[in-house]
């Protein structure tokens, strides 16, 4: 039990936090901001199994091998950023510790007991419908066959190329986590990743919040309970965001509309206030990555967002700015959603 938890803190936070730190640390605002960086390190992870998964199914590799491929990745980004950040430890940590102390207390506890009370029930309270017989079924298939999406989880049969899962095969996810924590696919997305997902959210909506107040502690943190009180009580429908961050958060299109979408927001903010704005532009571009992984919905609602925020961001500078400077900004920002568009044409080509 003490090797699992240690290892689930490696996996869930250090090596997150690590390969974060390696992106962040070409950033000038933000190159100590920890919360950035874990928000950032989760991306990788979800861009690395993306591209992986593909590979693996097309190529019919095994599971143990996309194991072993991705931990050797994580592992030499993880330790190219020690390398990298090793000198600016102190200064990290002195950032956090300013941060803590400039946060309002009292409504920094309020906001980690609504988000412990979010988290409690999903885990206390498990929440099953039919998606589980296929998430977490396809999981439980590839770990006995040592394939990954190869056979249906329902009939046995081979998967045909054209399956829309192909380019967003979200369950790798289940498969990596159950080999690596020696844990059943069900235990790992019922109860360990609402654990981590449900704070992991709030993060981004913490950072998110901190661009939309200035920086702003006192604002931030009431923007954070207006969302708690939002998620709680946003069950008047099944269809919602808010029920699927508190019933379905261990899905892809859950975290497609929960973390990646408010994080390309924020990063869009981020590029906007600040000077290095080429580094979040790479950023925006690993968000897209990332949310391909999650769902194919993200086709189109990840370049959705990002053009729409981006052309608004545009239209009210426009008396600011000459009109080729407008076109060269909105053509980036296509260029961050190339990781969706070329999924969106892998989905046209297999005729899915």
């Not at 997902?197 to 909506?205: K, S």
């Not at 661009?211 to 502690?217: A, K, M, S, V």
């Not at 931030?220 to 919602?240: A, D, E, H, P």
């Amino acid at each position: 039990m003490i090797e699992k938890a240690m290892m689930a803190i490696v996996l869930f936070f250090i090596l997150p936090e690590l390969m974060g730190l390696l992106l962040v640390h070409f950033t000038k605002k933000d190159k100590y901001n920890l919360g950035l960086a874990l928000i950032i390190g989760y991306l990788i992870e979800f861009g690395i199994l993306e591209i992986l998964s593909i590979i693996t199914i097309i190529k019919v590799y095994s599971v143990i091998s996309l194991v072993k491929k991705f931990m050797f990745i994580v592992g030499i980004l993880s330790g190219i950023s020690i390398i990298v950040n090793f000198r600016s430890i102190i200064d990290i940590f002195k950032e956090l510790w300013n941060s803590i102390k400039e946060t309002p207390k009292i409504l920094a506890i309020i906001v980690i007991f609504l988000i412990c009370f979010q988290v409690y029930f999903p885990v206390k309270y498990m929440h099953t419908d039919e998606d589980d017989s296929h998430y977490v079924g396809s999981s439980v298939t590839d770990l006995e066959t040592n394939t990954l999406y190869r056979y249906s989880s329902t009939t046995g049969v081979i998967h045909t190329p054209n399956n829309k899962y192909i380019f967003s095969y979200f369950m790798s996810l289940y498969s990596v986590l159950s080999i690596l924590l020696n844990t059943h696919p069900t235990i790992v997305a019922h109860l360990v990743l609402p654990v981590v997902f449900i704070p992991l959210v709030y993060l981004a909506y913490l950072e998110l919040g901190k661009e939309l107040f200035g920086n702003d502690n006192k604002k931030t943190m009431l923007f954070l309970i207006f969302m708690c009180v939002l998620n709680i009580f946003g069950n008047y429908s099944i269809r919602t965001n808010f029920t699927f961050f508190l019933f379905r958060i261990w899905q892809g299109k859950a975290m497609l509309a929960n973390f990646i979408l408010p994080v390309a927001i924020m990063l869009i903010l981020k590029a906007e206030n600040n000077e290095n704005k080429f580094m979040y532009y790479i950023l925006l571009c690993l968000t897209s990555l990332g949310g391909a992984y999650t769902s194919s919905m993200a086709v189109g609602f990840v370049p959705i967002t990002i053009m729409l925020l981006g052309f608004s961001i545009e239209l009210s500078k426009f008396k600011d700015k000459s009109i080729p400077k407008h076109i060269i900004n909105m053509i980036i920002y296509l260029l961050c959603c190339m990781p969706n568009l070329l999924a969106g044409l892998g989905y046209m080509l297999f005729k899915i």
